[in-house]
C-alpha cells in the first residue's frame, strides 16, 4: 500500500502546476459536491424514514381501534378482516394481533409474503428499525382498559428505491457539474500558468544562453506579479554578482599573475630571483647529466656596492642594479639564465658549455662591462665584480654544491684584489675546509682566553719620546704559538666572530690605559684597530661609550683606526655613528693612507683627527722620489686639515729624519720598538722618565 502510495504521489508530482491546479479544483469540487448529496441523501433518508414511521403508526392506530371490539367478543375473523384492509398499503408486509393474555389472535402477511414467519411482536408502545422492516407496536385499548396488542411491520424496500434513486439522481447531477468545472478550470488555468510559463521560459533561456540580462515579462497582478518581481530582482542580483565574480576572476588572474611574477622574477632588476634560478640551475644539472654536457654557474658580488647604496641613497642603488642586470643580459647568450639571488648578488648559468674557455670569456665579458662608468642623477659611478665559477659535472653534481664551490671561488677573487674571477679548484675547497677549522678554533680561543695584547710604542719625531702606542692582538695558541692577525683576523671577518673579539681588544685596551694612567704614565695614547663589520653593528657606539665609561679610561687618550676602505663603503649611518664617537671625546685615525681608492677628497666629510701614512710609502724613503713627493703630499694635505700625521714602518734613522724634515708629527716601527707586552711599555715610559733611553734599550 505505500509503495502504490508512493508512486501515485511520484505521478502527481511530475505533473505541471496547471494539471495540479485543475486536478486539486477538480478533487476540491468533487468533494464538496459528495458531501453535499451526501448530506441531503442523509436528510431525504431520515425524512423517508420518519414519514413511513408516522405512516405505519397511523395504520396501527387506526387498525387496533376496529379491532378493539373483535378481541372483546374473539370474533378472529372480523379481526382478519380488519387486518387484511392494510393491503392498501404496499409498504406493510405483516400484522400481528395479540389478546390480553398475549396470544396470537389475528395475523396479516402480504400476499407476496403468505407463509413467512411473522416478526416478533415488541410489545408495548414501540418501534424499531432493522434493516428490512419498521415494526410498529401500539396497544389495544378498549374503554381505557389494554384488551390486546397490535404490531405493523412495514418493508424498507421502497425507501431503499427511493434512496436510490435519489443517489442516482445526484450523480447525474454532479457528473455534468464536474465536467462544466474541468473545462471552465482548463480555460482558467491558461491565465493562471501563463505567468508561470513566462518564467519558465526565462529560465530556460537563461540556462541555455547564460544571458543574465534577460527578464520574464509578465502582468503585475497581485500575486504571480509579486512572484515575477521578485524573479527579476533575483536576476538583477545575479547578473551584479555574475558581473561581479568576473571581475574578480579577472582580478584574481591579474594577482596570481603578479604573484607568479613576484614568485619568479626580481621587482627591481626584473631578473629571475633566487627561487627560479634554483629550478632552472636543478634542470640544467639534470640536463647535463643526462646528455654528457656542461652546465656552468657564475657567481657575482658587486664590490664596493654599500658605499653607493649609502652614499648615493637607495634609490640610486636600484637603478645601479638595473643597469647591472641590463650589462649582464647583455654580455650572455639568450638561452643563458641570468638572476639576481638578493643585495648585490647575481648569477648566471651556461648551458651546453664546450669547454672552461667559454666561461673565462663570459666572466672577463661581464667584468668589462660593467667596469664602464654608469652615470645617475649627475653622479659618475663606478662598479665592478668579483666572479666566482664552477661547473657540472667537472666540480659537483647537484646544486647546494654547485653553489657553494661558486661562492667559494668568488670569495678567492675578492681576496685577490676583486674586480676579478676565479674558477673553483680542489684546493679552494681546502683553503674552506681551513677557515672553517679555523672558525672553530676561534671561538674555542675566545671561550678559553687565548687571545693576548701587544702595544707598538707611537713616538714624537721632533723630542723621540714616546707618545702613545697601537694595540695589536695575538692569539697565543697553546700548540701552535703566537699567531699574528693576518692569519686568523680575515676568518674573524668573514665568520663574524671579529665582534666579539674586537669587543674584548677594545676592553683590554681601555683597562690598560687606565692602568697606566694610574701608575702615573698619564701622557700616553691608545691606538685600536677597527674592523667594517664593527662598525656596522647596531648599538657599536653605545657599546664604544659603555666600555669606556666602564674601565675609567679618558676617552680623550683613545684613538679609533680605521682603513681608507671602510670611509669608501661609509654611508651617512656610518658618518653619524663617527660623529657620535667624537662628540664623547674619542680620536679618530685613518691606518695604511694611500693605499686605498683615492678617498682624498671624503676627507672633510669625516670628523678625523689622524692619517697614518702606510708602511709601503715610508719603506723606501729616503731614496725613493716618487715616496718623498707622496709623503710631503700626505703630510702637507693633513695639516692643511688639521689633522695629525702619523708613519708606520720607520726601520732607518734615515727615514725618521726625512720624516721629521717633512714636519711628520709622529711614527711607530722597528727603529723604535717591535710589539711588546704591557710590561715592557711600562719600562720603556719609565726610562724615558729616569732620562735613560728606554728605545735604545728596546
Known sequence: MKLRARLRFRWL?????????????????????????????VLQTWFSGAALLEQTRNEAAVAGENLSAAIIFNDQASARDILASLKADADVSHATVLDAGQAVFATYARADLAGSTAPAVLGGDDYRFSLRRLSVSRPIVYQGKQVGTIQVDADLASTYRRTGWYVLAIALVMLPCLLIAHAVLTRLQ??????????????EAISAQGDFSLRANVDPSADLGLLARAFNAMLDRIEKRELALECEIEERKRVEAKLDRLAHFDSVTGLHNRHFFHDRLAAAVAHAQGFEQRAVV????????KAVNDTLGHDTGDELLRVVARRLTE??????TVARLGGDEFAIILENVADGAVADRVARTCID?????????????????????SSCPTDAVDVPTLLKFADTAMYEAKGAGKNTYRVFHSGMQGEARKRFAMNGKLRRALEQEQFVLEYQPQVDLASGRIIGVEALVRWAHPELGMIGPQEFIPVAEETG????????????ACRQLKAWHDEGRTGLRMAVNLSARQLTEEGFVDTVLEIVRGSGADPRMLELELTESMLMDAGEAFIARLEALRGAGIMLAIDDFGTGYSSMSYLK??????????????HDL????????????????AHSLRMQVVAEGIETSGQASLLAAHDCDSGQGYLYSRPVDADRIGMLVDAEKSGASGLAAA
Open 497 to 508: 666572530l671579529i665582534i666579539p673579539i674586537g669587543h674584548w681588544v677594545l676592553e683590554t
Open 190 to 203: 491558461r491565465f493562471v500558468t501563463a505567468p508561470l510559463h513566462a518564467l519558465a521560459r526565462t529560465s
Open 298 to 305: 657564475l657567481f657575482l658580488d658587486l664590490d664596493n656596492f
Open 13 to 41: 508530482n511530475r505533473q505541471a502546476v496547471g494539471t495540479k491546479l485543475k486536478l486539486a479544483n477538480l478533487f476540491t469540487s468533487g468533494v464538496v459536491i459528495l458531501l453535499g448529496g451526501g448530506l441531503l441523501l
Open 369 to 389: 662591462a660593467l667596469a664602464q662608468v654608469v652615470r645617475i642623477d649627475g653622479n659618475d659611478i663606478y662598479v665592478s665584480a668579483s666572479v666566482g665559477i
Open 605 to 618: 666629510r669625516f670628523p678625523i683627527n689622524t692619517i697614518k701614512i702606510d708602511r709601503s710609502f715610508v
Open 622 to 637: 729616503p731614496a725613493n722620489e716618487q715616496d718623498k713627493a707622496i709623503t710631503r703630499a700626505i703630510i702637507s694635505m
Open 331 to 336: 654580455s650572455v647568450r639568450s638561452s643563458d
